[in-house]
Nanobody, 124 residues
Framework: QVQLVESGGGLVQAGGSLRLSCAAS????????MGWFRQAPGKEREFVAF????????YYADSAKGRFTISRDNAKNTVYLQMNSLKSEDTAVYYC?????????????????WGQGTQVTVSS
């Protein structure tokens, strides 16, 4: 069992930055691939980025490439999402997720555990 708690969301002006954190408790954090998703009102949950457990390789949605950076600190059981050059369309609830076995980490169904989410609001 893994518990995930996100933090770092808030209100920021367009062009600004935020860093989201996701603290995990439970066993074998380093064995999990960690993902970030977001969900805007009236829309489906959308893939943002994931980072693999083995090599720590990051992968991004096209909307996040060049602006967002995902990283993990296995010693602290924490995954981060650094978000720069924020746009109004980035406004959403951001969720972190953990999964241990999948072939397509960009799908929400690939993940076994989810946090409660943190709100990010970008004002234009």
């Amino acid at each position: 069992q893994v518990q995930l708690v996100e933090s770092g969301g808030g209100l920021v002006q367009a062009g600004g930055s935020l860093r989201l954190s996701c603290a995990a408790s439970g066993r074998a954090f380093s064995s999990y691939t960690m993902g970030w998703f977001r969900q805007a009102p009236g829309k489906e949950r959308e893939f943002v980025a994931f980072i693999t457990w083995s090599l720590g390789s990051p992968y991004y949605a096209d909307s996040a490439k060049g602006r967002f950076t995902i990283s993990r600190d296995n010693a602290k059981n924490t995954v981060y999402l650094q978000m720069n050059s924020l746009k109004s369309e980035d406004t959403a609830v951001y969720y972190c997720a953990a999964g241990i076995r999948s072939i397509n980490w960009s799908r929400p169904g690939a993940y076994d555990y989810w946090g409660q989410g943190t709100q990010v609001t970008v004002s234009s």
